[in-house]
């Protein structure tokens, strides 16, 4: 009985070397003579429609295959962002190669801004990947002081990332002060615009030689900044000028 259980074990472990040794001889010798694949570049596939990847793809023997999709900011939707492998790599002819594509662009929801104060608007805005835009100080009975009237685009507007949005904040009752705004070192070019959106009005121009100032920039104004004046008070201002000499070649 031990001699025929010790003949089998030998047996087996005869069958199993034979075997080992088949399959060396297969994949060393035979395999490569039925498997001979050659090797292609991946081409580049970069900001190329999924079916204009899947066509070149095709010209090269490769196959595709689709990834994850990701909101991109500049390339267009459907469109591929990066594939594994990389342009340039060399692969076996029938190999898929992954693509990553594109979402788009990701929107934001603009926030309801009116009546919450423009430190608030800011925040919001900012926690929405929002900017804030031009601002236009408006005299109001209802909203109170520094609060948002209505802003522009409306709530609800989906929005890219970074996008302006407008705001009209209230100047108080039109009957009461209004604060002067700082024009100093502004171009003069920007002044009347400026005055505007804080309900003033451009008063009168002069001109000082001042070299320390580039030539159009305001080096003073009357009131002064901050002065509480009234609604549409014309605010005088002094405008840098060179020297003629200093100015000639």
């Given amino acids: ?13 005869s069958a199993l070397v034979a075997a080992l040794l088949m399959l060396g001889l297969v994949d060393a010798v035979i395999m490569p003579h039925i498997v001979d694949v050659p090797n292609v570049k991946v081409p580049r596939l970069h900001s190329l429609s999924a079916s ?16 994850d999709s990701i909101y991109h900011e500049r390339t267009p939707l459907g469109s591929v962002i990066d594939h594994l492998p990389e342009a340039g790599q060399r692969v076996k002819k029938g190999r898929a190669v992954t693509v990553l594509l594109s979402k788009g662009p990701r929107y934001y929801t603009t926030p309801s801004l009116q009546g919450v ?23 109001s009975n209802e909203i109170p002081e520094t609060a948002v009237i209505d802003q522009h685009p409306t709530a609800g507007t989906p929005l890219k990332r970074d996008s302006r949005v407008d705001l009209r904040i209230s100047n108080g009752p039109p009957s009461a002060m209004k604060t002067a705004p700082n024009l100093i070192a502004l171009p003069i070019d920007s002044a009347e615009d400026t005055l505007r959106k804080y309900e003033m009005q451009l008063g009168r121009i002069e001109s000082q030689i001042d070299n320390s100032s580039p030539p159009g920039t305001i080096i003073s104004q009357a009131p002064k900044p901050g002065t509480q004046t009234p609604r549409n008070t014309r605010i005088h201002l002094r405008v840098s000028a060179q020297h003629p000499q200093n100015g000639a070649r």
């Fill in 52 to 67: 204009q990847a899947s066509q070149r793809l095709q010209q090269w023997g490769l196959k595709i295959a689709t990834g």
């Fill in 1 to 13: 009985m031990r001699t025929f259980f010790a003949n089998g074990v030998l047996v087996a472990a």
């Fill in 117 to 139: 104060s423009l430190r608030e608007a800011r925040l919001q805005l900012e926690s929405n990947q929002l900017q804030t835009g031009n601002i236009l100080y408006v005299s």
